[in-house]
């Protein structure tokens, strides 16, 4: 039984953890680990997400969660219900317990109906992990099905702790991982049947990179999380759903440190319009977006710095964006000293792994 401790010295020793520059495993048990000290957790999904479009890039999951992965990814992106991980990413407060958002009527829930009541699961926390506007994971404690649910100050806690773990999932992505595009197999792809995901088909290339995703055990089969999670995203936008994100990809993170773009799109040939699921090892323009977002850079700082990637010449750069010469140097003083150089060069040559033609 890990030794109770204070709130203050849990959040103390969390924040710690978090500025520690941990991988993403590492700092997922030391978070979890360290708020079992504090309060009561029966069961944890912990993951990662691209800030982009906001589905998961990798997930931690502890049993009985593990077992039914699945069903929680259809039920977070193809049905209508309470504390979605992407509302809490856009909204004001970040985290929201199940008995909060029903008024302690859980079966209100399609997800405690279906899914965490049969499991023998009451009362979630759930918490989008978001600093600087960006969303870099989720965060799911479970208690066991109890009138007691989670307390006021249990929500605070996390509100306050989350900023930080998003702080500490953005540095390892900087930390932990090459810069610019790796090598490797050929795009693979998938062929999934469109009533249950079931896979039809797979190539050797998509064997040999779903391979690598770090995704920990998986109750899916084959499929990872990031690979079912596109899947299902693409059956809600089909549907019109109100949690469907903007496009059905993401990013998923491999074992050796690079990252895999993952895109499902519906199959026009019969039979039944199957669905694909690509996966292809990033570029270096998909890396360098993630690595801006990483480096904290303003909105307008990233609209400089992606123009900066392109090779775009400072004149055009100021003209495109409407900001005179001086601004714009500003703003390329302010992204030097958050990305850790000195020119425009060194700029491109961190983010892309090579040079632009000229500064």
Partial sequence: MPQRASPAQ???????????????????????????????IDAAFFATADPDTLLFTGAHA?????????????????????????????????VASLDDATRHERAASGRYRDIMGPLGLGDELRAALVVDAHCWGY?????????????????????RLGPHIA???????????????????RPGVVVLADEDL?????????????????????????????????????????RGGTSAPRVPSTRARTADGHWLDVHASRLQEPPDGRIAVVLERAGGHTIAQLLLAAH???????????????????????????????????????IFDKVGVRSRRELVGRLLGSSPPGD
Wanted: some cysteine; charged content about 20%; hydrophobic content about 40%.
């Fill in 62 to 94: 502890e049993e009985p969660l593990r077992d039914a992965q699945a069903r929680f990814v259809e039920n977070e992106f193809g049905a209508v219900d309470v504390n979605k991980f992407a509302a809490l990413a856009t909204s004001s407060r970040h």
């Fill in 296 to 334: 904290g850079l303003t909105p307008r700082e990233v609209e400089v710095a992606r123009l900066v990637l392109r090779g775009t010449a400072t004149t055009t750069i100021a003209s495109t964006l409407h900001i005179s010469r001086h601004t714009l140097q500003d703003h390329l003083k302010s």
């Fill in 10 to 40: 849990v959040e103390h020793e969390i924040v710690r953890a978090c500025h520690q520059g941990l991988d993403v495993p590492g700092l997922q048990h030391e978070v979890l680990a360290t708020l079992r000290r504090v309060m009561s």
């Fill in 139 to 159: 965060l799911c404690l479970h208690r066991e099905d109890h009138e007691l649910g989670f307390a006021r100050d249990d929500g605070d806690l996390i509100a």
């Fill in 167 to 185: 702080h500490g999932l953005r540095q390892a992505v900087l930390l932990h991982g090459p810069g610019g595009a790796a090598t490797g197999p």
């Fill in 198 to 238: 079931a896979v039809v088909a797979m190539t050797p290339e998509a064997e040999a990179l779903i391979s690598l995703i770090t995704d920990g055990p998986r109750a899916t089969g084959p499929l990872p999380v990031p690979v079912h999670a596109v899947a299902t995203a693409l059956m809600s936008l089909e």
